[in-house]
């Protein structure tokens, strides 16, 4: 790519952009939210959001010869894949269906003889083979006939790159943050998978936040900043300070967060959970007993698949549940959402797209609608119909200016659809609709998927505050165990949807390890 320029109404966010990518070479491209490498992928895979906003300037080449890409569908002609941040699975499909989409096998029957080749029948057999084959080299035990809608975000992740990985003819695979919802372990797997993909010739263009693992993999990286390349470095050239330094345009302080000692009672407890059961597909709660504390940060992890995703799924209720739960000595309904809003709780979801969010309203009544449906905040009467309210619009402006100043979301302000922000933004208006209900317990799932290094730092140091200065108490559900270190007073692991052990933030990474893999004995 040479000299790639690109305007959103007036608004530059890519100037003069250079960036090349060898055949089987593994090239980093990091940058903050907002840098502009999603625009830079939309225009290489032909994304039509380009062409209907005026197009772009500069040249793109593949193989050495010069290109035009107009569709997707070209770009794929062309030999160029693309695993996208969201993901662009048909949950009405399953995974072989999802996998061979548009590559179906088929085999001629009656009908398809007499009326032509369209009528053919799918092929099942040899299809679910290459399914097989393609989750295989991921290294995932994941059933090739399950359907697509209800899976763990993480096994969407693995589906899409399996999707691309079964391609023939693939010349460059882009991956944009293709580990943001995997665990180290899978991470590790994913990586293993790509090495294994540039070996046979293929050029793969890895977009990432976990630098750590550009280092790791990429014989190259190129850093991009507000729209511009400030630098293209081999990773033994440079650190992750230094990239992140980079990145940001300013020092980024690294370490954890001071320890805090507590010795909670029975009297401290805020939320008890009995024999929890969850019936969410690829997470599953097989009957967990947990105590959470008023005031403290809870950590739950685990490896993917085993459950840790399930719970505040089931707490909160969006998913079949069973057992007790019980807010301040309350008795809470599972499978209710609302009596559990109601009741002081609010959530964060993993899956910002699908659960948190109305991508095609503004910034302002993504972050106020729920607070006003639950606790009837940001309305004020109607004067002709005492009955009826009506909404604040300056209340909720006032809101949503503030939450875009103090969590940082780079918008072109309160109106803004939020479908058009890019992924960390769109997480941080899902942590602003959370506020906006003023809970004293808080769940977070994976807050940090999809979100820059300067971002990741801004929500967990927002996450303290709030729990430090506000005394709200938060449960924190993440695959990164070493963001569950640096701020939760207690870590609960979760193995085959059972409570594995809860240990201290400073405890030994080899009893994380063994406690992660079921190991442990004893629950503390």
């Given at each position: 790519m040479?000299?790639?320029?690109?305007?959103?109404?007036?608004n530059r966010v890519l100037n003069r952009v250079n960036l090349?990518?060898?055949?089987?070479?593994?090239?980093?491209?990091?940058?903050?939210?907002?840098?502009?490498?999603?625009?830079?992928m939309n225009i290489l895979f032909g994304m039509p959001v380009i062409r209907e906003t005026g197009g772009f300037q500069g040249e793109v080449f593949l193989g050495g010869q010069q290109v035009h890409v107009k569709s997707?569908?070209?770009?794929?002609?062309?030999?160029?894949?693309?695993?996208?941040?969201?993901?662009?699975?048909?949950?009405?499909?399953?995974?072989?269906?999802?996998?061979?989409?548009?590559?179906e096998a088929t085999r001629p029957n009656l009908v398809s003889r007499l009326a032509g080749e369209r009528?053919?029948?799918?092929?099942?057999?040899?299809?679910?083979?290459?399914?097989?084959?393609?989750?295989?080299?991921?290294?995932?035990?994941?059933?090739?006939?399950?359907?697509?809608?209800?899976?763990?975000?993480?096994?969407?992740?693995?589906?899409?790159i399996a999707r691309e990985i079964d391609k023939t003819g693939i010349r460059l695979l882009v991956f944009d943050e293709p580990t943001a919802v995997l665990t180290e372990s899978e991470a590790a797997q994913m990586l293993g998978a790509l090495k294994r993909l540039t070996a046979a010739g293929v050029g793969v263009l890895l977009i990432t936040h976990r630098l750590e693992e550009v280092l790791e993999v990429a014989d190259r990286i190129t850093v991009l900043r507000d729209g511009e390349v400030v630098a293209t470095r081999a990773p033994a050239e440079t650190s992750l300070e230094q990239l992140a330094e980079l990145m940001v345009g300013r020092k980024v302080e690294r370490g954890g967060l001071p320890a805090r000692a507590r010795e909670p009672g029975p009297e401290d407890r805020i939320l008890q959970v009995r024999r929890l059961t969850v019936q969410m597909p690829g997470e599953r709660?097989?009957?967990?007993?947990?105590?959470?504390?008023?005031?403290?940060?809870?950590?739950?992890?685990?490896l993917a698949g085993h459950g840790k995703v399930g719970i505040a799924n089931g707490i909160m209720g969006l998913y079949p549940a069973t057992g007790e739960i019980s807010k301040d000595g309350r008795q809470l309904t599972p499978?209710?959402?609302?009596?559990?809003?109601?009741?002081?709780?609010?959530?964060?979801?993993?899956?910002?797209?699908?659960?948190?969010?109305?991508?095609?309203?503004?910034?302002?009544?993504?972050?106020a609608l729920t607070a006003m449906q639950v606790k009837g905040a940001f309305l004020r009467p109607n004067p002709a119909l005492p009955a009826l309210s009506l909404r604040d619009e300056r209340a909720v402006r006032s809101f949503a200016e503030r939450m875009i100043k103090e969590l940082d979301i780079r918008c072109r302000g309160p109106e803004q659809v939020v479908r058009r922000l890019s992924g960390g933004n769109q997480q941080k208006v899902c942590v602003a609709r959370a506020l906006a209900l003023e809970p004293d317990l808080l769940l977070v799932s994976e807050p940090t998927r999809g979100i820059d290094v300067g971002a990741k730092s801004l929500v967990l140091d927002l996450l303290v505050r709030l729990n430090r200065d506000l005394g709200m108490t938060i449960i924190m559900t993440s695959s990164e165990l070493v963001?569950?270190?640096?701020?939760?007073?207690?870590?609960?692991?979760?193995?085959?949807?059972?409570?594995?052990?809860?240990?201290?933030p400073e405890a030994p990474a080899a009893?994380?390890?063994l406690t992660m893999a079921g190991k442990r004995k004893e629950a503390s």
């Open positions: 040479r000299g790639v320029t690109k305007e959103f109404h007036g090349d990518v060898r055949p089987g070479e593994i090239h980093g491209l990091v940058g903050e939210n907002g840098a502009g490498k999603s625009t830079l997707p569908f070209e770009a794929m002609s062309l030999g160029v894949g693309m695993v996208h941040q969201e993901f662009m699975l048909l949950p009405g499909f399953n995974v072989t269906e999802n996998i061979k989409l548009n590559r009528l053919r029948t799918l092929d099942v057999p040899p299809m679910r083979a290459d399914a097989r084959a393609a989750i295989d080299r991921l290294g995932l035990e994941i059933d090739e006939w399950l359907p697509v809608a209800g899976m763990p975000v993480g096994h969407m992740q693995f589906v899409e709660v097989r009957g967990i007993d947990l105590d959470v504390y008023r005031g403290e940060i809870l950590g739950i992890g685990g499978g209710r959402p609302r009596e559990a809003l109601a009741a002081g709780l609010a959530f964060l979801s993993e899956d910002r797209r699908g659960v948190g969010l109305l991508l095609d309203e503004s910034l302002e009544l993504n972050m963001e569950l270190q640096k701020i939760c007073d207690r870590i609960a692991l979760v193995y085959g949807g059972r409570l594995a052990g809860i240990l201290p009893e994380f390890g």
